[in-house]
């Protein structure tokens, strides 16, 4: 797990100096040169979102496919114990654990870590423009303050002891004891680090970093009773199962919802304190004191991040735990190494939720100041745009000079306050669309674990001895099937059982309408030995299709030619009335976009199926 938090906060670190040298280089000595610097490199920021985005849902549905194939049937249906060798998908559910766990929330917490820093450094940069030595220092500060905390992240790990036959409390209070012994010793350090750089008002920044991380702490612990098994709320969850499963789901939504709270005031007053403390409680809306309070905000989110190193690395226990477990299971091993793997698989849950909260508290801090960052961002290129010739006017009519604008200002020309409709219109689909994609995302989870209970119900079925122990079931296709399920659902959705083709196919396909308009073309995704019968698509004039594959491994093949591979990326020209046929391989799913080529007089012509000995010869 530490290896894990450092490795994370270590490359971070390292991609900001790296390219903070570089465009310091570059743009040395021009004007404003700190302010388009740290602009910039908030692009940095952006590309680390992306692949947090694709980490994090790619990896939840690989977990949660292999993790929910593998319960219901392994342990509801054939009540066989979790982790047991003789489940198919229990390897697949292991790996799961490191996919979605580990790389996804490394990659998401390293977006936060990231963004929080070079929000700041671009706030800085901006509050303290008419101070070119300041600003510099305003720039490096978040900087230092994060790689300090990576030295004392690791003074907290060293902390971490426990004894034989410790208590679930006891163990918390471990992985606390170091935690919280890092979160002091960053907290000192600030005070020293922003004395040294001789900070504006050192003492309100300073104050604005314990802020953030108060606001960590308090978030951790909250996160730490709502889900540990030693508290009240999970006990009351379990007592709801007395009564069915319906009440377990309806009381674990409810506290859910309700644990919502403290993190969210927690934040909001975190907010407030920290942009307080960095303007000298300057109430009055005046630019300088806005540019402060946000450098605060910026700064704050940094405080809660600089123990990263030692946070990621207790979220990183949790699936560890899990997959120690796992191999005591298939190792067959004493059921007193279970009992403590159990143990610390519980306590891994807790510290998972924990490091998951800190991702959310930091970005919500991280949020507000990178608004203020694009705000900048899209100062300088309107000032260029002037330079340009280009002249803007404001709702009045008068003239509009970026380049002497300020927050403020910029705000009124862009009425963006909440009576402006567009600005309200703007956050309820900004809300909607976490619901939207947290719907669209569960939607594949099923979608994925359906897949993943009728492989592990087919390999019962089919392969003789796996519940006597016997039999090996075959791992490696449960493993595929999350890995292309995760894959596939990112890029295109899988859709739904193509039924109105059905009998043009041998196995099992979907179909997934991406387009109707202008090219109509579609996502048919194919299982492991599906493919369709030979057809032709006649036209007198156009007509035909175009194939592009997406995901996994395909076949392509026209009368009279060989078969020609399809991976992702190949694209496949079909002519208008040509006999072909196209599928998965044998060992793996496939899907491709089909587009439809306009013609005049089309139709479709199904013909006899891709007989079995043909198709057999495939490698």
């Known amino acids: 797990g530490a290896v894990m938090g450092l490795v994370v906060v270590g490359l971070g670190l390292l991609d900001i100096a790296v390219w903070f040298l570089v465009l310091n280089a570059f743009y ?50 054939a009540n066989i114990p979790e982790d047991d060798p003789r489940n198919p998908a229990t390897i697949a559910d292991n790996v799961g654990d490191n996919v979605g766990d580990v790389a996804g929330m490394g990659a998401d917490l390293y977006e936060s870590y990231c963004g929080s820093i070079l929000s700041t450094a671009a706030l800085g940069a901006t509050a303290f423009a008419m101070n070119g030595d300041m600003q510099l220092r305003a720039v490096i500060a978040p900087m230092i303050i994060a790689a300090v905390g990576v030295f004392l992240s690791l003074i907290g790990i060293f902390l971490v002891k ?19 012994t890092s979160a002091v010793l960053i907290a000192f350090a600030t005070f020293g680090i922003l004395y040294s750089l001789q900070i504006e008002n050192w003492m309100g920044v300073s104050f604005s970093v314990i802020c953030g991380l108060l606001a960590g702490v308090i978030i951790g612990k909250a996160t730490e009773y709502y889900t540990s098994l030693s508290f009240k709320p999970t006990k009351e969850i379990a007592a709801a199962g007395e009564t069915g499963s319906a009440t377990v789901i309806i009381k674990g939504i409810g506290t859910g919802m309700i644990s919502t709270c403290i993190p969210i005031v927690t934040i909001s007053v975190a ?52 997959n120690a477990g796992g191999n005591a299971e298939m190792s067959e091993l004493g059921p007193e190494v279970r009992q403590r793997t159990d143990e610390l698989d519980a306590l891994g849950n807790t510290t998972a939720a924990t490091g998951k909260g800190f991702a959310i508290g930091s970005a919500a801090l991280t949020a507000l100041a990178l608004l203020a960052s694009y705000v900048e961002e899209v100062k300088i290129a309107m000032t260029r745009a002037v330079e340009s010739g280009t002249q803007y006017l404001t709702g009045a009519g008068e003239v509009f000079d970026p380049s002497k604008a300020d927050m403020l200002q910029f705000m009124d ?15 309820f689909i900004g809300v909607m669309t976490a619901f939207l994609f947290s719907g669209l995302t569960m939607g594949a989870v099923g979608r994925a674990a359906g897949t993943m209970v009728e492989e592990v119900r087919r390999q019962f079925r089919t392969i003789k001895g796996i519940l ?11 493993v595929e099937i999350s890995t292309r399920s995760a894959q596939r659902e990112m890029i295109f959705p899988i859709g739904e059982p193509n039924t109105a ?27 492991p030995g599906c493919r369709n019968n030979w ?3 006649h036209a007198t004039s156009g007509g035909g299709q175009m194939l592009v594959g997406v995901a996994g491994r395909g076949w392509y093949q026209e009368e009279g030619k060989p078969a020609q591979e399809i991976l992702p990326g190949t694209v496949i020209h079909i002519p208008a009335n040509v006999k072909h046929w196209h599928g998965a391989a044998k060992d793996s799913w496939f899907a491709h976009l089909a587009f439809e080529i306009p013609g005049e007089n089309t139709s479709n012509e199904w013909q006899e199926p891709v007989s079995d000995e043909e198709y057999g010869k495939l490698k």
């Open 28 to 77: 040395q000595g021009e004007q404003a040169a700190l302010i388009t610097i740290t602009t910039t490199m908030l692009t940095f920021g952006m590309g680390a979102s992306t692949q947090a985005l694709f980490a994090r849902v790619g990896g939840g549905i690989y977990t949660k496919a292999a993790d929910v194939g593998a319960d219901l049937v392994g342990k509801v249906e």
């Open 271 to 322: 907010i407030i304190l920290s942009y307080l403390c960095a303007n000298g409680f300057e109430l009055a809306l005046t630019t300088e004191s806005i540019s402060r309070g946000l450098y605060g905000i910026g700064i704050a989110a940094v405080g809660m991040l600089s123990t990263l190193g030692i946070t990621l690395a207790t979220d990183a226990y949790g699936p560890i735990a899990d």
């Open 468 to 478: 006597e122990g016997t039999g090996t079931p075959d791992y490696g296709r449960c």
């Open 501 to 527: 083709y059905a009998k043009y196919f041998k196995g099992n396909s979907y179909l997934a309408q991406i387009s109707d308009s202008q090219i109509p073309f579609f996502n048919v995704t194919f299982e």
């Open 535 to 537: 057809h032709t698509h």
């Open 413 to 427: 020309f862009f009425q963006a306050n909440l009576m402006n409709p567009r600005v309200l219109v703007g956050a």
């Open 162 to 180: 426990t004894k034989e036959g410790a208590t679930m409390k006891d163990l918390l209070g471990s992985l606390s004891l170091g935690t919280n």
